[in-house]
C-alpha cells in the first residue's frame, strides 16, 4: 500500500488538471489560497494558464472569458469573495459558460475569522444570483472526495453548462491527510459538445436537448455571448416567449437532471429507528458514531449528501423511509436543515448546529441523539 | 476589405450621437487592416457602449457593467491570436476602475476604446468620474463636490505604452484605431463625445468645444515610451515555456509495524519559528511509512516569527473519521504561546496521556503523566526542539518507531539538511531533567 499526504486545497487542484482545467485565476484569501498556490505550480508548465486577479469579480471574469474561448476554468474563493463573485454567477448561470467554483468557506458573517471552519455557505452558493435559477453544489468530506468531485464538477459543468461549486471547508481544505491516489475512482472525462452545424446559434438546441452545443470564441464560425436576456442566436430579445422557454430550460436542464449526479454515501441499518442526515466536514463525526453505536447495538442510519444543490429529494425521500426520526447535522445555523424538513414534512426532523469555529464533535452528535 | 458592420443590426445610437462615428471608424479600421470577422472580438459591458458587440459581424462578448477588460483578458490568454476590442463607457471606467489599472499594468494586448460622453447616457444623465464639475446632469449638485478623472494621466501612471486623447469628430479617427488595435501591447483611446439624449439638453457641447478643450489639456497621442516593454501574454508564454512538468506527489510505501495499536493523537504546542508545521510533517510521513493514516491541522497567527503554532496529528490504523483531537496519547510542550491556546486541553486529561515538556515551560495542572527534558542543555537551538522532542518520543516508542522517524526525514529532506536532521534526532537523548 502506498499512501500520500496532502490537504484538501491541493487535492482539488490536481483533481482539476486531471479534468483538464487549463484556466485558473484567484485573489488570494484564506483559506482557499493554497489551491491558487498549486495551481500556479502545476497548470503553467501543463500548458494552461494560473493569473492572480486584482479582485474576485476580475478572478471570476477572466474565468468566464476563457472558458468562453474553449478552456476549461477554475476559479476558488471564501465567502467574502463569493460575494463579490455574485454578478458573475448569474451571468454564468445565465448565459450558460462553464465554471468550476470553489468556495473554501469559513466562518462568517462577512470577514469573520478566516481560519475557522463553517458551512456557513450553504444557502448563498444556490441563492446567491440574481434570477434564482439553479446551480449545482458538491459538498466534499474528505480530501479523496475533494479530488473526485472536482473532477465530476468539471463534468457537469461541461455537460450542463452552468457554474458548478465545490463546497468545502477549512477544515478539510487545509487539513493534510493521507489517501492511496490508486485507489480513486476518478470519472470518465466530459467535454462540452462541439456545434458542427453550418448555421451555428450559441443557444439553440437540439430536438431532445436542454443544452446548446458550444463552439469558442475565436474559432473560424463567429461566436456571440451575452448576459442579457437572449434568443437562440446571442441577440437581446423582448419576445416573451422566446424568453419563458429560454427560462424554464435553464431550471429544467438542471433540475430534470438532478436524479444522475446526486453522489452520497449512505449507511442504512434495518433496525434503526433513526437516520443522521449531513454533509460535509461533519460527515466524519457522524460516521464515527453511526460506527460506534453500532458496536454497541444500537444502530443509527447515516445519509452523507455530497450533491446538496440540486437537492436530492428522491434521495433523501427513499433513504428516510424506514425511520421514525430524521437528525440533520450542520456546521450552521440550520441552513440545510430547512430543506430536509421540506422534503419530509411526514417525519420527525430534528436539528443540531454549530458555528463557532469548532467541529461539531461525535460526543455531540452522540449526546444529541440520547443514545450517549 | 469588406465592411464588418452588420447590415442586419445597424447602429440604433440617439440622432446626433458620436457613438456612431465611432462606430463606423471602428468598422473601417479593421477593414482597413484586412481583418475578418473570425479574427476579431469586440467585448462590452453596460450603458452605450454596451451596444457595440451587435452591430459588428465579428466575435462577440457583452457582459457586466465595468468588467469587459476581465472578460476580454481571459479570452486573448486562450486566444493569443485574436484581436480583442474593448469598448467602455466612462461609466465603466469609474465602476471598473480597478481592471483598468490592473489592464494598464498588465500589458496585455487589448485595444480599449472608451466612448467618454461625461455622463452616464442610459439611466438619465447622471454624472460619471469624467463629468466636469461645472456641468448640470442627472445627480443634481453631486458632480460639483467631486472631482473629474483624467483616464489618459492616470492610465500613464499605472503602466499603460500606448494612451492617446482625441475627439470622436476627427476625420482621420479610423487611422487613430488602427494604430491602437496595431499596438503590440495594452492601448486605450479616450475618445471625446457627445450625448445629445442627456448631457447637450442642459450642456453646452459641440465638436468645436471638444476641441478646444482638448487643446487647453495635456495632449496623449500613443505611445509613452517610458511605459515601453514586453507584451503580457508573450512574456507569460516565454516564462512558462522553461518550466518543467510538476508530477503529482509520490507515494509512499508501508515498510514499518507502528509500536502501539490504534488511534493515536498527538499535539504540538510550540510558537512560530519553531517548525512546528515540518515536524507535523514529519511525523504524519512517519505514520505513513507505517501504513497508517493520517490527518494533519495547523493552527498559527498571521504573524511570522510571533505567537503560536501548533500542529494536531491523528494516526491510525483504521479510516480516520472525526479529525478533532479530544485525548491526545501525546502532547509535547515547547513555548507557553501554543501551550496557552490550547489550555483546556490540560484539565481533561488522565495518566495515560503522556506530555513531553520541555524545561522551563510552565503548563497547567493535570493529571497526565509528565516527561521532563531539557533540550538546551542537550545543545538543541529552540527551532530544532520540535523535531528533538519527536525523537524523544520514538526513543520511548511512543506513536512512532525510531526507525519510523528516520525514515520519514529521508522523505521530507535532502541533501545537507538531510544529513543534519538525521544527526540532530540521533543526538536526543532520554536524559530526563533532574
Keep these: 500500500m502506498s499512501s500520500c499526504l496532502m490537504e484538501g486545497n491541493e487535492a482539488v487542484a490536481w483533481g482539476a488538471l486531471a479534468s483538464g482545467c487549463r484556466f485558473f485565476a484567484g485573489y488570494p484569501i484564506t483559506p482557499a489560497t493554497t489551491i491558487f498556490n498549486t495551481l500556479l505550480k502545476i497548470i503553467p508548465p501543463a500548458g494552461g494558464i494560473c493569473m492572480q486577479g486584482e479582485d474576485e469579480i476580475a478572478s471570476i471574469g477572466y474565468c468566464l472569458g476563457a472558458s468562453m474561448a474553449g478552456l476549461k476554468s477554475m476559479t476558488a474563493t471564501s465567502g467574502p469573495g463569493l460575494s463579490l463573485y455574485s454578478e458573475q454567477i448569474s451571468f454564468a448561470i445565465g448565459s450558460e459558460i462553464?465554471?468550476?467554483?470553489?468556495?473554501?468557506q469559513r466562518l462568517g458573517p462577512s470577514t469573520g475569522s478566516a481560519t475557522r471552519g463553517a458551512d456557513g455557505d450553504v444557502q448563498f452558493m444556490r441563492w446567491g444570483n440574481s434570477g434564482g435559477l439553479p446551480v449545482i453544489v458538491l459538498a466534499p468530506v474528505d480530501v479523496a472526495d475533494c479530488f473526485v468531485l472536482t473532477m465530476h464538477a468539471f463534468n457537469l459543468a461541461e455537460e450542463f453548462r452552468c457554474p458548478v461549486?465545490?463546497?468545502?471547508?477549512?477544515?478539510?481544505?487545509?487539513?493534510?491527510?493521507?489517501?492511496?491516489?490508486?485507489?480513486?475512482?476518478?470519472?470518465?472525462?466530459?467535454?462540452?459538445?462541439?456545434?458542427?452545424?453550418?448555421?451555428?446559434?450559441?443557444?439553440?438546441?437540439?430536438?431532445?436537448?436542454?443544452?446548446?452545443?458550444?463552439?469558442?470564441?475565436?474559432?473560424?464560425?463567429?461566436?456571440?455571448q451575452t448576459s442579457s436576456t437572449h434568443g437562440d442566436d446571442g441577440y437581446i430579445t423582448t419576445d416573451y416567449n422566446v424568453i419563458s422557454r429560454f427560462q424554464n430550460r435553464l431550471k429544467n436542464k438542471i433540475d430534470s437532471a438532478a436524479g444522475s449526479f446526486a453522489f452520497h454515501e449512505s449507511f442504512i441499518e434495518e433496525e434503526a429507528d433513526t437516520l443522521i442526515i449531513t454533509y460535509g466536514v461533519t460527515a466524519r463525526a457522524a460516521k464515527a458514531v453511526y460506527d460506534e453505536q453500532k458496536?454497541?447495538?444500537?444502530?443509527?442510519?447515516?445519509?452523507?449528501?455530497?450533491?446538496?444543490?440540486?437537492?436530492?429529494?428522491?434521495?433523501?425521500?427513499?433513504?428516510?423511509?424506514?425511520?421514525?426520526?430524521?437528525?440533520?447535522?450542520?456546521?450552521?445555523?440550520?441552513?440545510?436543515?430547512?430543506?430536509?424538513?421540506?422534503?419530509?414534512?411526514?417525519?420527525?426532523?430534528?436539528?443540531?448546529?454549530?458555528?463557532?469555529?469548532?467541529?461539531?464533535?461525535?460526543?455531540?452528535i452522540t449526546e444529541a441523539l440520547g443514545n450517549g | 476589405m469588406d465592411s464588418l458592420l452588420n447590415t442586419g443590426r445597424p447602429p440604433v445610437f440617439c440622432p446626433g450621437c458620436s457613438h456612431e462615428r465611432v462606430a463606423k471608424a471602428l468598422d473601417k479600421a479593421l477593414s482597413n487592416m484586412g481583418l475578418t470577422g473570425d479574427k476579431v472580438v469586440i467585448v462590452s459591458d453596460i450603458g452605450c457602449s454596451g451596444l457595440f458587440d451587435t452591430f459588428f459581424n465579428t466575435h462577440a462578448f457583452h457582459g457586466l457593467h465595468g468588467?469587459?477588460?476581465?472578460?476580454?483578458?481571459?479570452?486573448?490568454?486562450?486566444?493569443?491570436?485574436?484581436?480583442?476590442?474593448?469598448?467602455?463607457?466612462?461609466?465603466?471606467?469609474?465602476?471598473?476602475?480597478?481592471?483598468?489599472?490592473?489592464?494598464?499594468?498588465?500589458n496585455l494586448n487589448l485595444t480599449l476604446l472608451i466612448l467618454n460622453n461625461f455622463n452616464f447616457g442610459m439611466t438619465g444623465g447622471q454624472f460619471s468620474v469624467t463629468t466636469p464639475q461645472e456641468a448640470q446632469v442627472g445627480s443634481a449638485f453631486l458632480n460639483r463636490l467631486e472631482k473629474p478623472l483624467d483616464v489618459c494621466s492616470l492610465a500613464r501612471s499605472a503602466g499603460a505604452p500606448y494612451v492617446s486623447r482625441c475627439s470622436s469628430y476627427r476625420n482621420d479617427l479610423p487611422d487613430e484605431i488602427e494604430q491602437a488595435v496595431r499596438f503590440e501591447g495594452f492601448s486605450l483611446i479616450d475618445m471625446w463625445g457627445i450625448c445629445p439624449g442627456r448631457y447637450t439638453k442642459r450642456n453646452k457641447l459641440t465638436p468645436q468645444i471638444i476641441d478646444e478643450s482638448l487643446a487647453g489639456n495635456e495632449p496623449f497621442t500613443g505611445v509613452i515610451k517610458e511605459n515601453l516593454r514586453k507584451e503580457y501574454g508573450l512574456h507569460y508564454r516565454e516564462i512558462v515555456s522553461g518550466l518543467k512538468k510538476v508530477s503529482p506527489p509520490a507515494g509512499i510505501n508501508a515498510e514499518y509495524a507502528p509500536p502501539e495499536p490504534g488511534r493515536r493523537e498527538v499535539v504540538i504546542l510550540g510558537s512560530a519559528?519553531?517548525?512546528?508545521?515540518?515536524?507535523?510533517?514529519?511525523?504524519?510521513?512517519?505514520?505513513?511509512?507505517?501504513?497508517?493514516?493520517?490527518?494533519?491541522?495547523?493552527?498559527?497567527?498571521?504573524?511570522?516569527?510571533?505567537?503560536?503554532?501548533?500542529?494536531?496529528?491523528?494516526?491510525?490504523p483504521e479510516d480516520i473519521g472525526f479529525s478533532g483531537i479530544e485525548k491526545p496519547s501525546v502532547i509535547i510542550a515547547l513555548a507557553h504561546e501554543g501551550v496557552?491556546?490550547?489550555?483546556?486541553?490540560?484539565?481533561?486529561?488522565?495518566?495515560?496521556?503522556?506530555?513531553?515538556?520541555?524545561?522551563?515551560?510552565?503548563?497547567?495542572?493535570?493529571?497526565?503523566?509528565?516527561?521532563?527534558?531539557?533540550?538546551?542543555?542537550?545543545?538543541?537551538?529552540?527551532?530544532?526542539?520540535?523535531?528533538?522532542?519527536?525523537?524523544?518520543?520514538?526513543?520511548?516508542?511512543?506513536?512512532?518507531?525510531?526507525?519510523?522517524?528516520?525514515?520519514?526525514?529521508?522523505?521530507?529532506?535532502?541533501?545537507?539538511?538531510?544529513?543534519?536532521?538525521?544527526?540532530?534526532?540521533?543526538?536526543?537523548?532520554?536524559?530526563?531533567?533532574?
Excluded at chain 1, 485507489?183 to 467535454?191: G, Y
Excluded at chain 1, 433513504?319 to 445555523?333: D, H, I
Excluded at chain 2, 505513513?288 to 494516526?315: C, F, M
Design chain 2, 67 to 106: 468588467r469587459a477588460l476581465t472578460y476580454a483578458a481571459g479570452i486573448k490568454l486562450a486566444k493569443p491570436d485574436l484581436n480583442v476590442i474593448v469598448t467602455m463607457g466612462d461609466g465603466g471606467i469609474g465602476i471598473g476602475g480597478a481592471h483598468l489599472l490592473a489592464a494598464c499594468r498588465r
Design chain 1, 165 to 224: 461549486f465545490i463546497a468545502s471547508n477549512k477544515e478539510i481544505a487545509m487539513t493534510k491527510e493521507s489517501f492511496d491516489p490508486d485507489a480513486l475512482i476518478k470519472p470518465a472525462i466530459i467535454d462540452r459538445i462541439v456545434s458542427n452545424e453550418e448555421k451555428f446559434f450559441p443557444f439553440e438546441v437540439k430536438e431532445g436537448c436542454l443544452v446548446p452545443q458550444f463552439l469558442p470564441i475565436g474559432g473560424k464560425t463567429l461566436v456571440r
Design chain 1, 98 to 104: 462553464p465554471l468550476v467554483i470553489v468556495d473554501v
Design chain 2, 273 to 316: 519559528g519553531q517548525r512546528i508545521i515540518t515536524s507535523g510533517d514529519i511525523l504524519c510521513t512517519a505514520g505513513l511509512t507505517a501504513g497508517l493514516k493520517v490527518t494533519q491541522k495547523n493552527d498559527y497567527n498571521i504573524t511570522v516569527l510571533r505567537g503560536p503554532s501548533i500542529s494536531e496529528i491523528i494516526l491510525s
Design chain 2, 340 to 434: 496557552d491556546r490550547r489550555k483546556y486541553l490540560f484539565g481533561n486529561l488522565d495518566e495515560n496521556t503522556l506530555i513531553i515538556r520541555i524545561k522551563g515551560i510552565d503548563i497547567p495542572d493535570t493529571q497526565a503523566t509528565v516527561f521532563d527534558i531539557d533540550l538546551k542543555e542537550q545543545g538543541f537551538k529552540i527551532q530544532d526542539w520540535a523535531l528533538a522532542s519527536l525523537a524523544v518520543m520514538a526513543r520511548l516508542n511512543k506513536v512512532i518507531s525510531f526507525d519510523m522517524l528516520n525514515a520519514a526525514i529521508k522523505h521530507v529532506f535532502k541533501d545537507k539538511i538531510l544529513e543534519s536532521a538525521l544527526n540532530l534526532v540521533n543526538r536526543a537523548e532520554l536524559k530526563k531533567r533532574d
Design chain 1, 295 to 364: 458496536k454497541l447495538g444500537r444502530p443509527v442510519s447515516l445519509l452523507i449528501l455530497k450533491t446538496l444543490w440540486p437537492v436530492p429529494e428522491k434521495l433523501i425521500r427513499d433513504k428516510a423511509e424506514t425511520a421514525n426520526r430524521v437528525f440533520v447535522f450542520e456546521m450552521n445555523m440550520g441552513q440545510y436543515y430547512g430543506e430536509i424538513r421540506r422534503i419530509l414534512p411526514d417525519k420527525k426532523v430534528e436539528f443540531l448546529g454549530r458555528m463557532d469555529g469548532r467541529l461539531i464533535s461525535p460526543r455531540q
